[in-house]
């Protein structure tokens, strides 16, 4: 049973290119969470999603960044017209339900985004 | 801004000896608190959680202890070994307005340990 996928595990990007980060959830998880991580810091929630809707995008910037997660392939968690601020880590997460009862969600290896 | 914070950003072991590593947080509404574990250049990995209704979990060589009066969590590891040498997060469950649950997390510790 694979774990969360996520590639490319590293990008490089020229400042005003697009990136795309891909996450594959673990079987039979519906879930999926995106964060970001800057080096020596904590985790920042972005979004939240499940088959083919956004539950909470409270995290993420207004402008530049998109998420989805289709009916069927991998999220994707998109960024435009990338900036030197964008380079980060970016970890995606899956779990099968979110409740109280169910915290356990199972983490990539995060893609490393360069912005040169 | 962020509600849970970190004490101590780095935290030199011993080898065998034990370790703690505590958290503040200032959401008393959160459910679940939960340590993870992040080697370097890896995702981070769920250690162990407590509900809020606790004051002490124990897992494998795991202990977590949470004090609700001052709003304390604390992760004790007994008889440290090098491959515990990672940072740990401490985050909080907490259910937004309407009722989708996120993790905030602390900047996190780093934990070394010394052969």
């Known amino acids: 049973n694979a774990g969360v996928m996520q590639n490319p595990r590293h990008l490089v990007r020229r400042r005003g290119q697009e990136a795309r980060l891909r996450c594959s959830p673990m079987?039979?998880?519906?879930?999926v969470y995106w964060y970001r991580q800057l080096p020596e810091e904590g985790l920042k929630f972005m979004v939240y999603?499940?088959?083919?809707?956004?539950?909470?995008e409270s995290g993420m910037p207004k402008e530049r960044f998109s998420a989805e997660f289709p009916k069927e392939g991998p999220s994707i968690l998109r960024i435009q017209q990338v900036v030197r601020g964008d380079s980060a880590a970016y970890f995606c997460?899956?779990?099968?339900?979110?409740?109280?009862?169910?915290?356990?969600?199972?983490f990539g290896q995060g893609t490393r985004l360069t912005v040169v | 801004g962020e509600s849970v914070g970190l004490h101590l950003p780095t935290l030199s072991v011993q080898e065998g000896d034990n370790s703690i590593i505590n958290c503040a947080y200032s959401?008393?509404?959160?459910?679940?608190f939960i340590w993870y574990k992040q080697e370097s250049g890896k995702g981070p990995q769920f250690i162990i959680d407590i509900r809020s209704n606790m004051d002490k979990r124990q897992g494998q060589r795991v202990t977590v202890l949470l004090n609700k009066t001052v709003k304390h969590l604390s992760l004790q590891i007994a008889a440290t070994q090098p491959g515990d040498s990672a940072v740990y997060f401490c985050?909080?469950?907490?259910?937004?307005?309407?009722?989708?649950?996120?993790?905030?997390w602390g900047a996190g510790t780093k934990l070394i340990i010394k052969p």
């Open positions: 985050a909080e469950n907490w259910a937004s307005m309407d009722s989708n649950y996120q993790l905030i």
């Open positions: 079987k039979g998880h519906s879930h």
């Open positions: 999603l499940q088959k083919e809707n956004i539950i909470d």
């Open positions: 997460a899956s779990s099968p339900v979110w409740t109280e009862k169910n915290t356990e969600a199972f």
């Open positions: 959401n008393s509404a959160s459910d679940y």
